[in-house]
């Protein structure tokens, strides 16, 4: 039986694009799927969704008083270097995240390495020179292919798209307010340079609180830590510091109007066309630029004083933005009628087999 190790070495947001994936292969392909991670939490939460023991959970070590949570972990590069014997002893080891490229660096190091990269973004960050040192990468879809290979990160024989495997595990709709106003998704990214809510966060959240129409959930990337300081008591806005359901879908499934910068979320919001609002409070120049590639699909504010206007217009414009909505989304996440766990499983079996 073939053995594969699957690191869980990053926060937990990253978790649902691989699982689907090692659950599916174990369980079809006769192999034998381990996950290595320094967190107990995040081996529990894994757990929940293996009800029928199809993994094997590891916990690795982590340095002394280091955190231990779904949103904070210890030092990728820490864990990787203590626990170097037991990754390295697995033939094949597949990962979201890229720093454990930095393996490839030591002596002796031969395994074979798979990269599932992470959400579908347009950000020019998500392509990293580390995604040279893998193997075999499994993208979503087609934009992700093109661009890797475009940058020399990949070539046509190492890169498969094998389409977003999130959308098996997503959370269902809620009803997060007592009314029937609007909600708004507000999903600013970690990026400093590219999203206005590092600078601005305090002044944004109380303009939300003016405006009443609208209830606003305001999920900021979970690597961001503006939010742990934030609050609100405003009926209108609840703020989430770090919750499964900013990671799950369960937010971009219950909104109607989604409003960001440079979030990969926004792909995952329009599986189901809906209306989008780019804030673009820097004065950005986006046009024609490919990391703004998804602003087009909305409309683009540059005060705050226009955001309610905007939101209050959304649904009316909804109709132009659409098809390019559509467009965007498929080169982004490919669906087909196998799913997307099947097509990573398959891709990662048929890999193995061929190098032996």
């Known amino acids: 039986m073939r053995k594969i190790a699957f690191l869980a070495i990053s926060e937990a947001h990253q978790i649902f694009h691989w699982l689907p994936g090692a659950l599916k292969l174990a369980r079809t392909h006769s192999t034998e799927v381990s996950v290595l991670s320094p967190s107990r939490e995040i081996l529990e939460f894994i757990a929940s969704f293996d009800s029928d023991k199809l993994l094997i959970l590891q916990k690795l070590r982590k340095p002394p008083l280091s955190p231990d949570s779904l949103f904070q972990l210890p030092s990728r590069l820490a864990v990787l270097l203590l626990n170097y014997r037991c990754i390295s002893s697995f033939c094949y080891i597949a990962t979201t995240e890229v720093s454990s490229a930095h393996l490839r660096r030591i002596p002796g190091f031969s395994a074979r390495m798979i990269h599932l990269k992470h959400g579908a973004g347009d950000r020019e960050g998500g392509y990293n020179p580390r995604h040279a040192a893998y193997d075999l990468t499994l993208v979503m879809g087609e934009k992700d292919r093109e661009r890797l290979i475009a940058r020399g990160l990949a070539n046509e024989q190492n890169c498969k798209v094998t389409g977003y495997s999130k959308f098996e595990l997503m959370g269902a709709p809620r009803r997060f307010f007592g009314n029937d106003n609007p909600v708004v998704l507000y999903n600013p990214h970690f990026d400093p340079t590219l999203s206005p809510w590092h600078e601005h966060a305090e002044e944004i959240v109380k303009h939300l609180e003016?405006?009443?129409?609208?209830?606003?959930?305001?999920?900021?990337?979970?690597?961001?830590?503006?939010?742990?300081?934030?609050?609100?008591?405003?009926?209108?806005?609840?703020?989430?510091?770090?919750?499964?359901?900013?990671?799950?879908?369960?937010?971009?499934?219950?909104?109607?109007?989604?409003?960001?910068?440079?979030?990969?979320?926004?792909?995952?919001?329009?599986?189901?066309?809906?209306?989008?609002?780019?804030?673009?409070?820097?004065?950005?120049?986006?046009?024609?630029?490919?990391?703004?590639?998804?602003?087009?699909?909305?409309?683009?504010?540059?005060?705050?004083?226009?955001?309610?206007?905007?939101?209050?217009?959304?649904?009316?414009?909804?109709?132009?933005?659409?098809?390019?909505?559509?467009?965007?989304?498929?080169?982004?996440?490919?669906?087909?009628?196998?799913?997307?766990?099947?097509?990573?499983?398959?891709?990662i079996a048929e890999f193995m087999a061929k190098n032996g």
Not at 321 to 346: H, I, Y
């Open 210 to 347: 003016t405006i009443k129409n609208f209830n606003f959930i305001v999920a900021p990337h979970i690597k961001s830590k503006v939010a742990r300081s934030l609050t609100s008591m405003a009926s209108n806005i609840r703020i989430d510091r770090g919750s499964r359901y900013s990671i799950d879908m369960t937010y971009t499934n219950s909104a109607d109007i989604y409003v960001g910068d440079i979030s990969s979320q926004v792909y995952e919001f329009i599986r189901e066309p809906r209306p989008c609002v780019f804030t673009n409070l820097s004065h950005i120049q986006w046009h024609n630029r490919e990391q703004f590639a998804h602003w087009r699909m909305g409309q683009v504010v540059e005060k705050l004083a226009d955001l309610e206007t905007a939101l209050v217009n959304a649904p009316h414009l909804q109709s132009q933005f659409e098809g390019l909505q559509k467009e965007r989304f498929a080169l982004s996440a490919s669906v087909e009628p196998t799913l997307a766990s099947e097509r990573q499983a398959d891709a």
